[in-house]
Structure formats: structure tokens, C-alpha cells
């Protein structure tokens, strides 16, 4: 299984940025991907995460209306973005994508032990 976020990088208040996570090696006809982060002296949390067998989207609070989570699956290659819009310095934080290789139920989505597999993260920093 491997997990490999990018795409990070600087950018201005109200500014956008995309992120990519590829993923293999999981069984995703059934699987429920997730975005978290972390910040400087803080805990990692809940971004946004999809299920591939449905079509709805979660999204932290702190961040809805302004990011958006989408797939692209492509015979054995699935990726996952993360377009990130409207950024504010609070969003600066490093992002690490998330698998699980199991349709999570609704209220466990934005649980970290959820998720089996976890990319090395990319850093997003959001200057003012």
C-alpha cells in the first residue's frame, strides 16, 4: 500500500492550492478515503474524506465551502485531490492523506483510527 501526498507549498491569504494524494494497492471498490492535518503544537485533524462507493463528500466545518475533496480513478491508479480555496493562515498545517480499506460509517469518518494507511504529508503554509 502506498500512499503519496504533494502538491503543498506557500500561498497568500485568500489564495488557492491543490493537493494530490496517489494511491495503490488497496482494495478501493470498497474503501473510504480522507484528508487530515496538523499544525504547529496542535493535533492532527479531520479535513474532508469520500467513500468510492458513494457520491457524497464530509468536510470539517472549519473548512466547508472552501475545500473541495475529489477522485480520479484510471485502470490501477486512483488519485485524490484536495482543492483548497479562499486559504487563511489558520489552514497552514502539514496534510497527510488517509485510506481505509473499508466503507467507514458516517460517524467514524472523522476518526484517525479509522484509517489503516496514511501518506507522509505535505506542508501548507498560508502566509498573511
Known amino acids: 500500500v502506498q500512499l503519496q501526498a504533494s502538491g503543498g507549498g506557500l500561498a497568500q491569504d485568500g489564495g488557492s492550492l491543490r493537493l494530490s494524494c496517489a494511491a495503490s494497492?488497496?482494495?478501493?471498490?470498497?474503501?473510504?478515503m480522507a484528508w487530515f492535518r496538523q499544525a504547529p503544537g496542535k493535533e492532527r485533524e479531520f479535513v474532508a474524506a469520500?467513500?468510492?462507493?458513494?457520491?457524497?463528500?464530509?468536510?470539517a466545518d472549519s473548512v466547508k465551502g472552501r475545500f473541495t475533496i475529489s477522485r480520479n480513478r484510471d485502470n490501477d491508479k486512483n488519485t485524490v485531490y484536495l482543492q483548497m480555496n479562499s486559504l487563511k493562515p489558520e489552514d497552514t498545517a502539514v496534510y497527510f492523506c488517509?485510506?481505509?480499506?473499508?466503507?467507514?460509517?458516517?460517524?467514524?469518518?472523522?476518526?484517525?483510527?479509522?484509517?489503516?494507511?496514511w501518506g507522509q504529508g505535505t506542508l501548507v503554509t498560508v502566509s498573511s
Open positions: 488517509a485510506a481505509a480499506p473499508k466503507r467507514v460509517i458516517v460517524s467514524a469518518i472523522p476518526s484517525q483510527s479509522s484509517y489503516n494507511y
Open positions: 494497492g488497496l482494495p478501493f471498490s470498497s474503501g473510504t
Open positions: 469520500f467513500r468510492w462507493s458513494g457520491t457524497s463528500s464530509h468536510y
